[in-house]
Nanobody, 123 residues
Framework: VQLVESGGGSVQAGGSLRLSCAASNYNVRSGCLAWFRQPRGEEREVVAAVGPSNTWYARSVTGRFTLSKDNAINYLYLQMNNLKPEDTAMYYC????????????????????WGQGTQVTVS
């Protein structure tokens, strides 16, 4: 399994970015995936998670970020609008094995596969 993120960059507050995650040898349609972020010097935290029929967002991004999938090409996306300086972090795409359980979906410990990360900087 390989996950490759892209789409990070530097934007001003209020701007938008769209992160992409290309998944190889992992079925995005039936799997459980998430976007995590890790500000420098802080712990990794879940931003949004998705299963076959479930989607969850952190309270800090609800209404601003939208997670979507393109099952045909096995891609996961994170549309980020109205970005704030506190959104600055390295963003990671992650995929886990097994069924959707919310408690598992929110913990990085349950994710077996990780991308290399893409930096988002909001000033």
């Amino acid at each position: 399994v390989q996950l490759v993120e892209s789409g990070g960059g530097s934007v001003q507050a209020g701007g938008s970015l769209r992160l992409s995650c290309a998944a190889s040898n992992y079925n995005v349609r039936s799997g459980c995936l998430a976007w995590f972020r890790q500000p420098r010097g802080e712990e990794r935290e879940v931003v949004a998670a998705v299963g076959p029929s479930n989607t969850w967002y952190a309270r800090s991004v609800t209404g601003r970020f939208t997670l979507s999938k393109d099952n045909a090409i096995n891609y996961l996306y994170l549309q980020m609008n109205n970005l704030k300086p506190e959104d600055t972090a390295m963003y990671y795409c992650a995929a886990k094995l097994g069924s959707w359980y919310l408690k598992e979906a929110l913990s990085p410990l349950w994710y077996k596969y990780w991308g290399q990360g893409t930096q988002v900087t909001v000033s």
